[in-house]
T-cell receptor, first 113, second 117 residues
Framework: GENVEQHPSTLSVQEGDSAVIKCTYS??????FPWYKQELGKGPQLIID?????GEKKDQRIAVTLNKTAKHFSLHITETQPEDSAVYFC????????????FGTGTRLKVLA | GAVVSQHPSWVICKSGTSVKIECRSL??????MFWYRQFPKQSLMLMAT?????????EQGVEKDKFLINHASLTLSTLTVTSAHPEDSSFYIC?????????????FGPGTRLTVL
């Protein structure tokens, strides 16, 4: 069935360093890939997204890249700060006609001051 | 982005009672909403799709008689956990797609933590 694999499950970086989280999806019909940040006890918050007709998107310190051929996409956070510490989830959605997302298993990011 | 609220943010109940959780889209209309369940340190598990004016669609393995969903208006969906038991304790999160944006991005509520004693 459809699934999204996410790696690593945990990631610790020093403040100021970069963090990269990778996801691989199985459904070639997927065309929308959002990334969510979830802080403890809160709901997921959308931080960036990318559509299948784009290879890269950047928003300040956050960027997402997509390789449709390889069916993987990655989240890049530069100049990490302690407040970036959270759990990050990637997701994939199939084409128009469904709003359902398939979520990755999450990455717990710790930014060490 | 769009705002989705949930109420209550947390609830503690006795085993055998029913609990209702509300999900509201505050600044947009949502004919579809989603209900997720999340266990500690795990990902989000889709439970059901709430459809305004019609029956909810449940994911495989989710008991529809256990988790009653009502989507009575374009801004409100409710999830009722009936005859709750300790194993129903979890973090319940709703989401709604914001149709004004290309691709109908889903926005999530803050979640409701249910503890069944």
């Amino acid at each position: 069935g459809e699934n999204v694999e996410q790696h690593p499950s945990t990631l610790s970086v020093q403040e100021g360093d970069s963090a990269v989280i990778k996801c691989t999806y199985s459904d070639s019909a997927s065309n929308y890939f959002p990334w969510y940040k979830q802080e403890l006890g809160k709901g997921p918050q959308l931080i960036i997204d990318i559509r299948s007709n784009v290879g890269e998107k950047k928003d300040q310190r956050i960027a997402v890249t997509l390789n449709k051929t390889a069916k993987h996409f990655s989240l890049h956070i530069t100049e990490t700060q302690p407040e970036d510490s959270a759990v990050y989830f990637c997701a994939a959605r199939r084409g128009l006609g469904t709003y359902k997302y398939i979520f990755g298993t999450g990455t717990r990011l710790k930014v060490l001051a | 982005g769009a705002v989705v609220s949930q109420h209550p943010s947390w609830v503690i109940c006795k085993s055998g009672t029913s609990v209702k959780i509300e999900c509201r889209s505050l600044d947009f209309q949502a004919t579809t909403m989603f209900w997720y369940r999340q266990f500690p340190k795990q990902s989000l598990m889709l439970m059901a799709t709430s459809n305004e004016g019609s029956k909810a669609t449940y994911e495989q393995g989710v008991e529809k008689d256990k988790f009653l969903i009502n989507h009575a208006s374009l801004t409100l969906s409710t999830l009722t956990v009936t005859s709750a038991h300790p194993e129903d304790s979890s973090f319940y999160i709703c989401s709604a797609p914001f149709r004004a944006e290309p691709g109908d991005t889903q926005y999530f509520g803050p979640g409701t933590r249910l503890t069944v004693l």
